[in-house]
C-alpha cells in the first residue's frame, strides 16, 4: 500500500524528477570538464615533458594542471554564493514560516562541487603527469 501511494503522491514525483534531472546535469558538466581537461593535458605535453625532465615530481605536476581549474572554481563559487544568498533570502521572505539560511550550505556545496571537479579531471592530470618526458618530447 505504500508503494502506491509513493507513485500517486505529487511532491514525491516532483522531487524525483528535481533530483533525476540534477543528477543528469552534474554528470553533463563533469562529461565537459572531463573534455575540457582531455584538451588541456593535450596541448601541454611538451611543456609537461620539459617539467619531468628538469626534475620535477608527479604531484607538482598535477598541482599545475589542476591549479587552473581550481582557481576558476573558487572565483565562480566567490561571485555565485552572495548573488544566490540574495536570491534565496527574497524568495523566502514570501512563506509565512521564515527561515534562516546557513551559509555553511554554500560552503559544503562548494567544497562538494571542487571535489567532484578534481576528481573529473584526476584521470588526466595523473595519466599525463606519469606520462613518459621522451614521448612528449
Not at 514560516?97 to 551559509?103: G, L, M
Not at 562538494?112 to 588526466?124: G, N
Amino acid at each position: 500500500m505504500n508503494t502506491l501511494r509513493f507513485y500517486t503522491d505529487p511532491m514525491n514525483r516532483w522531487s524525483s524528477v528535481v533530483a533525476i534531472m540534477a543528477m543528469l546535469a552534474i554528470l553533463i558538466s563533469c562529461m565537459g570538464l572531463f573534455g575540457l581537461a582531455a584538451i588541456t593535458t593535450e596541448k601541454k605535453t611538451k611543456e609537461i615533458g620539459i617539467r619531468k625532465v628538469l626534475g620535477a615530481s608527479e604531484t607538482q605536476i598535477t598541482l599545475l594542471l589542476s591549479g587552473n581549474f581550481t582557481r576558476l572554481i573558487v572565483i565562480s563559487f566567490m561571485i555565485v554564493s552572495p548573488a544566490t544568498y540574495w536570491i534565496l533570502s527574497v524568495w523566502l521572505e514570501n512563506f509565512a514560516f521564515r527561515i534562516s539560511i546557513n551559509p555553511m550550505v554554500f560552503l559544503a556545496g562548494g567544497v562538494l562541487a571542487l571535489v567532484i571537479a578534481l576528481l573529473t579531471i584526476s584521470c588526466h592530470t595523473l595519466r599525463s603527469a606519469r606520462a613518459n618526458p621522451v614521448n612528449a618530447l
